[in-house]
C-alpha cells in the first residue's frame, strides 16, 4: 500500500512520514503533494495570529477541545519563527500535550523556519494540504502576529482570528491597529485583566463602532449601530469576543463566531474567492523557490560568488550583477531567464 | 545638477527624493542605485530588534543622541511591519522628531510592508545604500524581532543588538532563545523593573556563563569565566549590557560596545565577511523579484487566472500547475524559464 492510500485510510504514521517529507521538500515531496491534491478542500482552515503574550497558544488549545468536544477532528500547526535557533517549538508542543495527549482526533505540529523567505509560508501551506487530504475538519494555524511572513501566513486562512490581550503596552497597541485589516474575527483573551473593555472599545472604535475621541482618526468606516457579523450588504463586521483561554471561558462563543463565519464564506460565494487566494499566494511560493533554483543551478562554479565579491568590494552594485547573472548565456542549460 | 551629485553634495531633500524613488522601486530606482553603489561601503550598520514592549525605539534613539554628542551623523530606519494597514510608522516618526527634531545630522525614514515577502528586505537594503552614500556614519535599523523577515533584516546589519527587557512573560522568554545566535550585543532594557538581573542570568546561561539549573541544556559553549568581547581565539562572546533607554542610562556602555564590535570585525578580517553576506542577501532578493516579475510579463493574459481557478477547484495541484507556467513555449518571449 502506498504512503498515500494509507494516509487517506487515516493511518497516523504514514501522516506524520509524508509531513515530515513536505516540511523538508525532500525528493518525493511534490509527487506526494500532486497526489494528495485532489483530496482536499473539505478542512475549514482558521488562521490565530497575535503579539507575544496575548495567549495564543492557550486558546488554541481551548478552541481544538471546543471541536473535539463536538466530535470534530483538529489539525494544529503552530509556526514558529524563532525554533531554528532553539527548542521553542518543542517546547510549545510539550505544553500542548498535556491537554490533548493520546487524542487521535488531534494532531500537532510545530513549523520551524524553512531557511529562505517564503520557505516558511510554502512548507506551511504544504502541511495545510497534507492535514486537509487526511481528512481533519478544522485546521488550525497558529503564528505570532507581528512579522511579515506571519500575518502573511495567518491571513491565507478561510477565517483569520486576531488575538488581543490587555496590557500589552503602546508598541503591542501599534500592531493591533497593523492587524485589523486581516481579521475576520477579534479575541480580547486574557479578559479578566484590567484593561479588557477598554481593549473591545478600542476595537469598536477603529471598526467606527464607537466614537473616537477628539483628534483621534477612525477608519472611516460608518458602522453605526451593526451587529457583528454578516451584514445587510454583503459584508462582514468581525465580531470582538472576551475569552479567558486557560479556563475556557468565552471559547465556545468564539468557536460559534468561527463556524458563523464559515457559513458566511459558503452562502456569499466568498469561500471560492479565499480559495482563489490560497491557490495563488501557494502558486506564487513555489513559482519563485523553482525559478531561484533553476538559476542557482544554471550559474557556474563560482560564478555567484564573483559577483558578491564585486559587490562587496562596491565594483559592482547589485541590480547590475543581477542583470549579469539573468542575461549570462549558458549553453546546454536551458533553465535560465534570458533576456532579448 | 543629478539627484545622485546633490544628494553627494549633503542635499536632504535630494536624499529623501532618490529614498522615495528607491522605497517605490521607481523606474528610476536601478539606475540611482547603481550610481551611488561606489559611493557606499563607509557606515557602520547596527540592527537593533527585539519583541514589543522591549522599548527598542526608545533605545534607539538614546544612541543616536549619544552618537550626535560625539559629533557622528545618524540615519534611522525603522522597519514596521504594520504601517501599511496604518499610522504606526508614522506615530513612531512623531515620537522620535520630539527628541531629534531638527538636527541636520540625524535621518529618520519608516518602512512599511512592500507587499510582497522580502519586498520589505529588499528596500530596507536599498535605503541602508542611500544613507550610506548620502554619508551617515552610523545607520540603526530597528526591527521588531520576532518575524522571520524582520529577524533577517536586522541580521543583515554589521553589529546586531537583541533587546530584552524583564517580565514580558514566557512567551517573549521563547523568542529571546530564538534570536540568541544572531546577537553580537545584548541590551537588557527597562533595568529598573524588577526581573532584571534574571533576565541577565539567562542569558549569561544561554552563552554557557553561568552554571544552568537541573534539566536546563545549555547551548554546550563552555565559556568558563571568559570576559566578553573579542576572545583570544578570535571569537567574539556578545556582552550583555543593562540599560534604562527612557533616563539614558546605560546607553554610553553599549554605544562603546558596538564601536568595540566594529573595531573587532576590522581588525579580524570579519568585516569583509559581513560585507560579503549583505551583498549575497540584497542580490538574492533582487534576483528573485527580477525572476518572478520576468515570468509573470511573459505569461499570457489569463493564463495565470486559469491555474489559479485550476488549483482553487482542485483539478491541479499547485506544483503541477508551477510547473505548467514555467515550462510555457512562448515564441517571441525571450524572458521566461525553459525546461529541457
Known amino acids: 500500500m502506498s504512503l498515500v492510500t494509507e494516509l487517506l485510510a487515516g493511518n497516523r504514521r504514514a501522516l506524520a512520514r509524508?509531513?515530515?517529507?513536505?516540511?523538508?521538500?525532500?525528493?518525493?515531496?511534490?509527487?506526494?503533494?500532486?497526489?494528495?491534491?485532489?483530496?482536499?478542500?473539505?478542512s475549514h482552515v482558521i488562521g490565530v495570529t497575535g503579539a507575544p503574550g496575548t495567549g495564543k497558544s492557550t486558546l488554541v488549545n481551548a478552541l481544538a477541545k471546543t471541536y473535539r468536544s463536538q466530535g470534530?477532528?483538529?489539525?494544529?500547526?503552530?509556526?514558529d519563527p524563532t525554533s531554528p535557533f532553539s527548542g521553542g517549538a518543542l517546547?510549545?508542543?510539550?505544553?500542548?500535550?498535556?491537554?490533548?495527549?493520546?487524542?487521535?482526533?488531534?494532531?500537532?505540529?510545530?513549523?520551524?523556519t524553512r531557511g529562505s523567505l517564503g520557505g516558511l509560508a510554502r512548507a506551511t501551506a504544504d502541511v495545510i494540504l497534507v492535514l486537509d487530504a487526511a481528512g481533519?475538519?478544522?485546521?488550525?494555524?497558529?503564528?505570532?502576529?507581528?512579522?511579515?511572513a506571519?500575518?502573511?501566513?495567518a491571513s491565507a486562512a478561510h477565517t483569520t482570528i486576531v488575538?488581543?490581550?490587555p496590557g500589552l503596552g503602546d508598541e503591542v497597541q501599534a500592531i493591533k491597529a497593523g492587524v485589523l485589516e486581516i481579521a475576520d474575527l477579534f479575541a480580547v483573551n486574557k479578559a479578566d485583566r484590567e484593561g479588557a473593555d477598554?481593549?473591545?472599545?478600542?476595537?469598536?472604535?477603529?471598526?467606527?463602532l464607537a466614537p473616537a475621541p477628539a483628534g483621534h482618526h477612525g477608519t472611516g468606516r460608518q458602522a453605526g449601530h451593526a451587529a457583528p457579523g454578516a451584514q445587510a450588504d454583503g459584508a462582514w463586521l468581525p465580531p470582538i469576543t472576551k475569552t479567558i483561554a486557560v479556563r475556557g471561558e468565552g471559547v465556545a462563543a468564539l468557536h460559534d463566531w468561527v463556524e458563523q463565519h464559515a457559513a458566511y464564506l459558503r452562502e456569499t460565494g466568498q469561500l471560492a474567492r479565499r480559495e482563489a487566494t490560497r491557490a495563488a499566494t501557494a502558486l506564487n511560493h513555489i513559482l519563485r523557490e523553482r525559478l531561484i533554483a533553476a538559476l542557482f543551478a544554471g550559474l557556474t562554479n563560482g560564478e555567484l560568488d564573483r559577483a558578491i565579491s564585486a559587490i562587496a568590494r562596491r565594483e559592482l552594485d547589485p541590480y547590475t550583477a543581477a542583470d549579469h547573472?539573468?542575461?549570462?548565456?549558458?549553453?546546454?542549460f536551458p533553465g535560465i531567464v534570458r533576456r532579448p
Open 18 to 42: 509524508i509531513i515530515s517529507q513536505v516540511e523538508d521538500d525532500g525528493p518525493e515531496a511534490h509527487a506526494l503533494l500532486a497526489e494528495l491534491h485532489p483530496h482536499t478542500g473539505r
Open 72 to 79: 470534530q477532528t483538529v489539525g494544529i500547526i503552530a509556526v
Open 91 to 112: 517546547l510549545g508542543d510539550r505544553v500542548r500535550m498535556r491537554d490533548l495527549a493520546g487524542d487521535p482526533g488531534v494532531f500537532i505540529r510545530s513549523m520551524a
Open 136 to 148: 481533519f475538519d478544522r485546521i488550525l494555524v497558529e503564528t505570532v502576529g507581528v512579522g511579515q
Open 150 to 153: 506571519e500575518v502573511e501566513i
Open 163 to 165: 488575538v488581543e490581550a
Open 198 to 208: 477598554r481593549a473591545v472599545l478600542a476595537l469598536q472604535m477603529m471598526q467606527g
Open 325 to 332: 547573472l539573468l542575461q549570462a548565456e549558458k549553453p546546454g
